[in-house]
C-alpha cells in the first residue's frame, strides 16, 4: 500500500517503513505526526484519488532528526561592470519514518 501526501508544498509518494525527507515540521525527535492531506491511496491495481484530498486519509511518522541540507552557493556576475555577488543557503529538514497508511 502507498500514498501520495502534500506537506510543504511538496508532493511525495510514501509506504509503509520508507524514510522520507521533507521541509522542516515544528516537532521533536521521537515525536508521532499525523500527516491529513492524503491525495491518494493505492494499493495494487486500485487507485482512490481524492478532490483534492482522500477523505479520512491519514499517514502516520515518526520523526527521526531534524537537520539542514548541503550548502547551495548562489553567485551572481556582470562582465565587464566589475559586479560580484555571492551566497550560501542551507534548507531546513525533517526526516519522517513512515508508520502506517490509514485509509
Do not use: W
Not at 508521532?32 to 484530498?53: F, I, M
Not at 527521526?64 to 561592470?81: S, T
Not at 555571492?86 to 526526516?95: F, K, P, V
Amino acid at each position: 500500500m502507498y500514498a501520495v501526501i502534500r506537506t510543504g508544498g511538496k508532493q511525495y509518494k510514501v509506504a509503509a517503513g520508507e524514510k522520507i525527507k521533507v521541509e522542516q515540521i515544528a516537532a521533536d525527535v521521537g515525536q508521532d505526526v499525523v500527516l491529513d492531506q492524503v491525495l491518494a491511496v493505492g494499493s495494487g491495481a486500485e487507485l482512490k484519488l481524492g478532490t483534492p484530498c482522500v477523505a479520512g486519509a491519514s499517514v502516520s511518522a515518526t520523526v527521526v532528526a531534524q537537520g539542514r541540507h548541503d550548502k547551495v552557493r548562489i553567485f551572481k556576475m556582470r562582465r565587464r561592470k566589475h559586479y560580484r555577488k555571492q551566497a550560501g543557503h542551507r534548507q531546513h529538514y525533517t526526516e519522517l519514518q513512515i508508520g502506517s497508511i490509514n485509509a
